[in-house]
């Protein structure tokens, strides 16, 4: 079982910043693929941004160039880095992360951008 727990989530203006944790309880080597979802009041969950095993990273097309994922191997963690957001960004996003047939998800963290 692997436990995510997000942290970071926040209102902010159009065009700032804010910065998201996943803090994992496994091995973030031990992961095929560890990342970040979002979904939007009434629309489907959709990926963001996404680390393979091999390092692989994808981003969704409305948040490249702005969004950026990274992991911190030693301290078990991944991140988003969120810039010039968006009022389309809001939504509750989520950790995801996937080993063998598992799927895991964390609660879920509120970003909602004023305009």
């Known amino acids: 079982q692997v436990q995510l727990v997000e942290s970071g989530g926040g209102l902010v203006q159009a065009g700032g910043s804010l910065r998201l944790s996943c803090a994992v309880s496994?091995?973030?080597?031990?992961?095929?693929?560890i990342g970040w979802y979002r979904q939007a009041p009434g629309k489907q969950r959709e990926l963001v941004a996404q680390?393979?095993?091999?390092?692989?990273?994808n981003y969704a097309d409305s948040v490249k160039g702005r969004f950026t994922i990274s992991r911190d191997n030693a301290k078990n963690t991944v991140n988003l880095q969120m810039n010039s957001l968006k009022a389309e960004d809001t939504a509750v996003y989520y950790c995801?992360?996937?080993?063998?047939?598992?799927?895991?998800w964390g609660q879920g963290t509120q970003v909602t951008v004023s305009s």
């Open positions: 680390i393979t095993s091999i390092g692989s990273i």
């Open positions: 995801n992360a996937n080993r063998g047939w598992s799927d895991y």
């Open positions: 496994a091995s973030t080597f031990s992961l095929d693929t």
